[in-house]
């Protein structure tokens, strides 16, 4: 499929060959059971690689997946702490079990702290709740952002911390080794899909929770004092 000729070879080993004839690099190429692949095909003579086509292809479809790992190790996950500072302890304990394995995927991690109405006075309450995620994650994560408040919700974010997770990893694998040696049964860890799956579905609870309440008017006086005593 390569027309133009003269081109600029390079040999499977790297060497610079130099111009030739495309029907002389061809046949180089079949001389040594390969392929002749243009590798450059934006300059004039385009630059062509004797090579295995066929690992040259697994190869790179290899390393796109990998990059695409890379980019989506990067996203950013995050875990709401319920819609009140009331959350419940072992509901704070599922957020933190969750963000665990997030981090442990090399996820960074936003866990966001939400003020139900005059709620936002009491706001050491919600900062605590955020602390005790940061310290619950210490021995994997960093804090890479302080609370950062938007309206009545502030938030941290939290980022994996590369040579404490894989002492972490080692740690769990010597573990689950010496489950398997004594023949005790070793838990599979839950997907990340599965993971996305969860907090799809506490999100959508939290907010239909909150959809059932009606807005924060503030104080409201009693039915005789609204419409005054009768004469």
């Known amino acids: 499929m390569i027309r133009i000729t003269p081109i600029r070879l390079v040999e499977s080993d790297g060497t610079q060959v130099g111009v030739v004839e495309t029907s002389d690099a061809l046949r180089r190429a ?19 690689k004797i090579m295995d086509y066929g690992k040259y292809k697994y190869e790179l479809s290899q390393k796109q997946r990998r990059d695409r790992a890379a980019a989506k190790s990067t996203e950013m996950k995050e ?99 010496a489950k398997i040696a004594a023949g005790l049964k070793v838990e599979e860890e839950k997907s990340l899909e ?9 999100d959508v609870g939290d907010d239909d929770d909150g959809a059932d309440e009606g807005p924060d008017t503030g104080d409201t006086a009693d039915a005789g004092e609204a419409g005054g005593e009768k004469a």
Not at 30 to 48: A, F, T
């Open 79 to 177: 875990l709401r702490l319920g819609r009140s500072v009331k959350i419940d302890p072992h509901d704070v304990q599922v957020r933190i079990d969750q963000a665990r394995r997030f981090l442990m995927h090399g996820h960074k991690v936003m866990v966001t702290q939400r003020f139900k109405g005059r709620e936002i006075a009491h706001r050491d309450l919600g900062l605590e709740n955020l602390r005790d995620v940061a310290t619950a994650l210490a021995d994997i994560a960093k804090v890479e952002q302080t609370p950062r408040w938007m309206g009545k919700q502030a938030s941290i974010i939290l980022a994996p911390d590369k040579s404490k997770i894989d002492a972490v990893k080692r740690r769990i694998e010597k573990e689950k080794a």
């Open 30 to 48: 079949m001389e040594q059971g390969l392929d002749l692949v243009e590798i450059v095909p934006d300059v004039r003579p385009p630059v062509c």
């Open 194 to 202: 599965q993971l996305e799956a969860e907090l799809a579905a506490q």
